[in-house]
């Protein structure tokens, strides 16, 4: 039964959280808009820019592991998330969260399980989204403590967001930047259960965008959203509307995505900077206007050794992909073997691994999938052989 083991929210904002009043996921997150939405595909920005991701990242690998296939929801230039599919199922965690302060900090402990049902995860093959997306990524306890600042502080200019974990929900779920391992619309493009999220490799439940599974009372002045949860630079992040009660647009908010106006702050009414989230990419935060703190790589949900991406495991395609190396399979076989496992091409996988021994690390980079994933893949080819 999920539960939270201690929240220390302003007291008006705390209700009890269980598995009957967490939330009502009836519903879509898409059937409320019924309209198009700009597709983000490519506005990612090396400096702070409305409506783009302002990422570290700047290249992608366009091959990197994600979805495999889209449908009538996608557009060239806008997609319907009315439309989109969502992963089945409905799976109970025990989610245990709390989130305290003490002094000039605030400490995020939890164990990063949503308080929210989640889809099955990994998607499975009777899942009808499954021609679209076969993350095999599995929903995995995680050991989040992380320290933020508890009045968080304009820095002297905005700083760029990684892949991976850049803010955390009261709802247990790590927020992530728009963007998938090859730079696109990740909301657009990738299958997401009813909640608006999935894990990735190391099973990190995450969203990228807004979750319906959010119990948002508006109970700020003017019906404005509740905070949600904290980026990691200790500026709130909050729902979708504004002070007036209106839904929020990109172009509203400044190009990190926030803006700032009287909002409660560990109960007293404040001045202060604030993240929203919005229906339109780039969705949550596009760039720290604090400093955020730095977590280690086994916290942010990126994981080691992986040069581009940081998430979803490898694509798997079905054959077409051999040709090299006759029957019974010499080194060509093994490559083509374990390139068709890993979605990428035979050509591709050898130029990444280069002369043996295989270059695990520089192949990670090249191809944006984890050194091990690849590794993993040749000695299972060379087994299979
Ligand atoms: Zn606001
Ligand atoms: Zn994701």
Redesign the pocket.
Known sequence: MPQILERNFPKSKIFLWSATSILVIAGSAGSALGHDLPLGDGNISSQPKVGFVFSCQQRFNPNAPGARASGDWLGKTTWDPSKKPYVEGSVNWPAEISITRTGEKRIVKSNNLPTHPTGVFPIQRNDPVYKYDRNNGRITAQDILIELPAVPKIAASPSCVAMGMIGFSITNAAMYNALDARGDDAPAHEMQDRCSGHPQQTGQYHYHNMTPCFDDRRSEPGG??DQIGYALDGFGV?GIF??NGEK?KTADLDACH??A?T?RWDGERRDLY?Y?MTDEYPYSIGCYMGTPVKLPASLSGRPQGQGEGGDRPPRRRQGGQGGQGGPGGGPQQVISTAAAELGVSPQQLRQAVGAPPPDFQRASQMLGIPAATIRQAMQKARRDR
Do not use: K, R, W
Request: aromatic content about 8%; overall charge negative; hydrophobic content about 25%.
């Open positions: 404005h959203s909050f504004g002070e929020l926030g803006h106006h909002i604030h929203h």
